[in-house]
């Protein structure tokens, strides 16, 4: 049966061909990924299920344990959101949960409900797929690794269980995500011959005006994000305040030059990249410009995906908050800056989320009626 598709990124209108075991199907124009083969599905079906069940320790079983001047502490995942909420944070101890616990059980569960039978798979696979974007499992460990790292500068830390079963549960949903790609759903490949998710000029036009007043929103909130502290240390009865780059020339100090590249690109190139990159892809589309479409639709889809890497400090800060409490000697509290941080984050996924790729090629229509 010939299967007649649109691209959910660039409304091309195509045929969905039969694929093999080791074949995917792209879009011919933009190259968006638009079908797996059933047996990578499988594969990675598996691999979700093993990621779940090392998920759960990895939630309830302690992530690290410090120890400093006689003292030890330890905390699992939710300790570290419940001591953000005690810290007079309770929008950072509710990002934490929705992000570490709701997204990511939902997301696996969701996954392995596709293969129950007599249910309807194609609405767990979109739930799933919206889900998506939010799933940040190993970019929490990548946060780890570097509350690790500035922690044994100070205190001798320990990884615990918990964080050994965090770690192999985020490698092996890696490795069923790489298998699986990013297809989309059943009803974004929309059949042509009624049309039904196309964009009409009234939302169009709010997916631009959204994302205008997003990436607007997001450039406000990045300088105070980068000029506040984001974590005030107490030691020995004097304070000091760390700043994004702060932490960032505290591990280049200490030589650890891998976790200050990455922290330094997630957390201050990466947010501002998101914004200039949006805001030039509106800038495009508003002038109805042809040129480069191909790769102005890659630079969309690197946004999208690149933005949820951003939340590496603010995981860090949630796990160094948690285990680095010990009175007079040592104390670590999130600030300001950390609410302003996670709020650039937010709102430059959200950005990247409202705005339409269909509509940079809706606007060149006239330019691009000829086969790509």
């Known amino acids: 049966m010939i299967e007649r598709v ?78 953000l909420w005690g810290q007079g944070y309770p929008p950072l101890c509710i990002l934490i949960v929705v992000l570490m616990l709701v997204v990511p059980s939902a997301f696996m569960l969701l996954t392995l409900a596709q293969a129950v039978p007599n ?38 830390v ?15 949903l890696l490795g069923s995500l790489a298998l699986r790609g990013d297809p989309p759903a059943d009803e974004e490949l929309r059949l042509t011959q ?10 169009a036009r709010l997916s631009l005006e959204a994302t205008t007043a997003l990436v607007i929103a997001g450039l406000v909130l990045y300088i105070p994000a980068n000029v506040l502290p984001v974590l005030q240390i107490e030691r020995y009865g004097g304070a000091e305040t760390n700043t994004i780059l702060g932490g960032v020339i505290e591990l280049v100090h200490y030589d650890l030059w891998p976790l200050a590249v990455i922290v330094f690109m997630a957390s201050v190139v990466v947010p501002l990249a998101k914004l200039f990159g949006l ?23 690197l946004i999208d995906t690149i933005g949820r890497w951003s939340n590496i ?5 949630s796990i160094v908050g948690a285990l680095v409490q010990f009175g007079a000697l040592e104390h670590v509290r999130p600030e300001r800056g ?10 430059t996924m959200f950005a990247a989320q409202c705005f339409d790729p269909r509509v940079m090629w809706r606007a ?9």
């Open 364 to 372: 060149a229509v006239p330019a691009t009626d000829a086969p790509a």
């Open 158 to 172: 320990q990884v615990e269980i918990g964080g050994w079963c965090l770690a192999g549960a985020a490698l092996l």
């Open 338 to 347: 950390a609410l302003a941080f996670a709020g650039v984050v937010l709102i």
């Open 6 to 83: 649109a691209c959910p990124d660039c409304d091309l209108e195509q045929v969905l061909p039969a694929i093999g075991d080791h074949q995917v199907a792209r879009c011919r124009r933009c190259r968006r990924l638009l079908k797996v083969p059933e047996g990578q599905s499988q594969a990675a079906f598996a691999l979700t299920l093993g990621a779940l069940l090392l998920w759960i320790p990895g939630c309830l079983a302690p992530l690290l344990t410090v120890n400093a001047g006689g003292a030890s502490r330890s905390a699992n995942l939710v300790q570290c959101a419940y001591k």
């Open 194 to 203: 009624h049309r039904a998710g196309e964009p009409s000029a009234r939302t």
């Open 313 to 317: 400090d603010v995981f860090m800060i």
């Open 119 to 156: 249910t309807d798979p194609g609405r767990f696979r979109r739930m799933a797929h919206h889900l998506r974007p939010w799933l940040m499992t190993e970019v929490f460990v990548v946060g780890g690794c570097v509350a690790y790292s500035r922690i044994q500068s100070v205190a001798d």
């Open 279 to 301: 805001a030039w892809l509106l800038w495009q589309t508003q002038r109805g410009s042809a040129r480069l479409l191909q790769q102005r639709t890659r630079i969309y889809r």
